[in-house]
Antibody, heavy 117, light 109 residues
Framework: EVQLVQSGAEVKKPGDSLKISCKGS????????IGWVRQMPGKGLEWMGI????????RYSPSFQGQVTISADTSISTAYLQWSSLKASDTAMYYC??????????WGQGTLVTVSS | QSALTQPRSVSGSPGQSVTISCTGT?????????VSWYQQHPGKAPKFMIY???KRPSGVPDRFSGSKSGNTASLTISGLQAEDEADYYC?????????FGGGTKLTVL
């Protein structure tokens, strides 16, 4: 069974760094792209970027380029989304999702990130 | 890359049909046959309902159908049921990246 399990909720202060994770299981982790999607409170889905763990090829939405870093560790089948300096506006639910051809077929349960002073 | 345009809300009575539109540009919807639709219930992760414009994965009722004309894609839900009440998002491939629509809240009256 394909599963994406994300790390738990985080509460951080502005300026803090953060790295959240998404662990894949039940499939060949290196053979599928993993994407990240933001959902701000009460708002819609926003595509942030995507990584191919097989060769670490990474693409970013222009809206998120330079704001976050996407990475992966194939030894533990885990993808990451990280910030070097959080802002209050980064408060959101973050989902990882597996890309299959041109859709996102399996989704993680989401990681809620709260940034507040 | 701007978000695709969806109506903020639609509604229908049980048994009726509703259609949700999703308008983009020739750089996304109009340029590729890779539109997918996602259903999201409150507090839950999205679930894909339609892919490649009109294909339906196993397990999704045939009440859900998708189509595309030019730069606009559509999701039609026929025979509305109470459990269809949710937010729906379109998504299109746009050449090395993806773009979502703003989402549509479906209310079953």
């Amino acid at each position: 069974e394909v599963q994406l399990v994300q790390s738990g909720a985080e509460v951080k202060k502005p300026g803090d760094s953060l790295k959240i994770s998404c662990k894949g299981s039940g499939y060949s982790f290196t053979s599928y792209w993993i994407g990240w999607v933001r959902q701000m409170p009460g708002k819609g889905l926003e595509w942030m970027g995507i990584i191919y763990p097989g060769d670490s090829d990474t693409r970013y939405s222009p809206s998120f380029q330079g704001q976050v870093t996407i990475s992966a560790d194939t030894s533990i089948s885990t993808a990451y989304l990280q910030w070097s300096s959080l802002k209050a506006s980064d408060t959101a639910m973050y989902y990882c999702a597996r890309r299959s051809n041109y859709l996102f077929d399996y989704w993680g349960q989401g990681t809620l990130v709260t940034v507040s002073s | 890359q701007s978000a695709l345009t969806q109506p903020r809300s639609v509604s229908g009575s049980p048994g009726q049909s509703v259609t949700i539109s999703c308008t983009g540009t020739s750089s996304d919807i109009g340029g590729y046959n890779y539109v997918s639709w996602y259903q999201q219930h409150p507090g839950k992760a999205p679930k894909f309902m339609i892919y490649d414009v009109s294909k339906r994965p196993s397990g999704v009722p045939d009440r859900f159908s998708g189509s595309k004309s030019g730069n606009t894609a559509s999701l039609t839900i026929s025979g509305l049921q109470a459990e269809d009440e949710a937010d729906y998002y379109c998504c299109s491939y746009a050449g090395s990246l993806w773009v979502f629509g703003g989402g549509t809240k479906l209310t079953v009256l």
